[in-house]
């Protein structure tokens, strides 16, 4: 077989500050930086990413692989028109110059706005189609969180959602990918397909397959073959068609669609974790690290990095601070990873043990308009400097290497701050290791994430505590001023 393969990874937090422009994909950051054609298949041989399953079995297979772009930049508000048109563009010139073709599978995340089309990912898909025509075989994967409308399903042949939150098998969704190929190619046809849609919005930190309801829904979709999925959605993006989706392919697919989305549906009144304001998850913390053998994780659910946040706002070191945490436990707790590239860089110009006095982090405007805490202007301690790439080591992404730039540890009152110069979402334990920061030895620890960080130091955590400081990504989407949402869909549970 001869298949092109290609990518685009962005989730679109419309109501978030920041824009992703054609650097924000050329950096990369959280992601591999943008590639083309040779250097982006041997790139992605170990990026942790869907496309490495597809290209492992490829390979396996003896297949012949096209490699086109893959670019992928942390989310944030929405993509510039630029940046698209970019990655369009060299998809287009490879799709037109590749010949013939056996098949195209396309590495998408499922949830990226730009900033002239709300929905990018289908417009990318339904483009591949009008290039190679109707019978050539396209086979799309995309996030747990991709917010899926029917033109992406049309212009399709498959696609294929990841099942896990964190998302830990990713590397397997790419190889489900190629399986479905692979039956596109032995049945010589489409199969027919059914969609349903859920009719309210799922909150990012209840959509976690670690808890009910979303373990037990995600256990009925593993007992349907790879031609089932269901993306929960990312209900932050505010566009007609965000929210949770049911799909499924073949002779049943219809009923097996309905029963997935009933059981989803009937679960409404279960999909609304506990959160505490920031003081409140602190006092929570210190009691329950005072007998517990791990670290307490503090999940920053309206700081994440993961979700369009910047990961630069103080609420919940302020809430350390005022609370007395780092001198109860002097260098066992912790909080990472802070964007502030100015405070990276003065811990480097100044040097490992120096004194630096820094404003720390930013005061940003949320959602409703309302400025976030100020920074934490204090005198801070350098413990370590870090150059801030380094290789993801924890379950998920595994072999990627981030980009956090610069890095330091400053101590303050006793808190250890891990400060990035990138927006970078604290999923792995080597991002606070890196500036030596040992995280089982912790009694307590912040992470900027609100469900990702589970996957690796879930292995170490006695508990965890979800804190609900300022910040931009709204931890109920019923707080979110929505214009474009369709009116059938509920913002609240």
């Known amino acids: 077989m001869r298949v092109l393969v290609a990518g685009?990874?962005?989730?679109?937090?419309?109501?978030?500050?920041?824009?992703?422009?054609?650097?924000?994909?050329?950096?990369?950051?959280?992601?591999?930086?943008?590639?083309?054609?040779?250097?982006?298949?041997?790139?992605?041989?170990?990026?942790?990413?869907?496309?490495?399953?597809?290209?492992?079995?490829?390979?396996?297979?003896?297949?012949?692989?096209?490699?086109?772009?893959?670019?992928?930049?942390?989310?944030?508000?929405?993509?510039?028109?630029?940046?698209?048109?970019?990655?369009?563009?060299?998809?287009?010139?490879?799709?037109?110059?590749?010949?013939?073709?056996?098949?195209?599978?396309?590495?998408?995340?499922?949830?990226?706005?730009?900033?002239?089309l709300d929905a990018p990912d289908a417009f990318l898909v339904a483009e591949v189609r009008r290039i190679v025509g109707p019978h050539v075989p396209v086979v799309v994967s995309v996030d747990l969180h991709a917010n899926v409308d029917e033109p992406l399903l049309r212009h399709a042949d498959y696609v294929v959602a990841y099942r896990t939150y964190p998302h830990v098998d990713m590397v397997e969704t790419g190889v489900a990918a190629f399986e479905l190929l692979n039956r596109r190619l032995r049945l010589g046809g489409r199969a027919p397909y059914a969609m349903r849609r859920i009719p309210f919005l799922i909150r990012v930190i209840a959509q976690t397959t670690l808890s009910e309801p979303a373990a037990a829904i995600y256990r009925t979709v593993a007992r349907v073959d790879r031609a089932t999925s269901f993306a929960a959605g990312f209900p932050a993006a505010d566009v007609a068609h965000c929210g949770p989706t049911v799909w499924s392919y073949g002779s049943r697919a219809d009923a097996i669609a309905d029963a997935i989305a009933e059981q989803v549906t009937k679960a409404r009144a279960s999909w609304r974790p506990a959160l505490l304001k920031p003081d409140d998850a602190v006092a929570a913390s210190l009691k329950l690290a005072?007998?517990?053998?791990?670290?307490?994780?503090?999940?920053?659910?309206?700081?994440?990095?993961?979700?369009?946040?910047?990961?630069?706002?103080?609420?919940?070191?302020?809430?350390?601070?005022?609370?007395?945490?780092?001198?109860?436990?002097?260098?066992?707790?912790?909080?990472?990873?802070?964007?502030?590239?100015?405070?990276?860089?003065?811990?480097?110009e100044a040097g490992v043990g120096s004194d630096v006095d820094l404003a720390l982090g930013s005061r940003v405007t949320t959602w409703d308009g309302t400025p976030s805490d100020p920074p934490v202007t204090r005198r801070f301690t350098v413990r370590s400097i870090a150059d801030g790439d380094v290789l993801l080591r924890g379950p998920m992404m595994t072999g990627a290497t981030v980009h956090a730039g610069p890095c330091a540890c400053l101590e303050v009152d006793g808190v250890l701050v891990a400060v990035s110069s990138a927006r970078t979402q604290m999923l792995d334990r080597v991002l606070l290791s890196m500036v030596d920061v040992e995280p089982s030895w912790m009694r307590i620890i912040v992470a900027k994430s609100a469900v990702h960080f589970r996957a690796d130091f879930g292995a170490i955590a006695s508990h965890v505590v979800l804190a609900e400081a300022s910040g931009p990504m709204a931890a109920n989407p019923g707080d979110l001023p929505w214009r474009k949402l369709r009116p059938t869909v509920s913002t609240s549970l």
Request: proline share 5%.
């Open 290 to 348: 005072t007998s517990s053998e791990g670290p307490v994780m503090v999940a920053d659910v309206q700081d994440n990095p993961g979700a369009g946040a910047d990961g630069n706002t103080t609420g919940m070191l302020h809430a350390l601070l005022r609370a007395g945490a780092g001198r109860r436990w002097p260098g066992r707790v912790a909080l990472g990873l802070l964007n502030d590239d100015a405070a990276a860089s003065a811990a480097a």
């Open 8 to 116: 685009f990874q962005h989730e679109a937090n419309t109501f978030a500050p920041a824009v992703s422009d054609w650097a924000a994909f050329e950096r990369g950051d959280f992601f591999p930086p943008y590639a083309r054609g040779e250097a982006m298949l041997s790139r992605h041989t170990t990026s942790g990413m869907p496309i490495s399953g597809f290209l492992a079995e490829a390979a396996r297979s003896g297949w012949e692989v096209l490699g086109s772009c893959w670019a992928g930049a942390s989310p944030s508000s929405s993509v510039t028109r630029d940046a698209f048109e970019q990655i369009l563009s060299a998809l287009r010139t490879d799709l037109t110059s590749a010949g013939k073709l056996d098949g195209i599978y396309l590495d998408l995340h499922g949830a990226a706005v730009c900033d002239h």
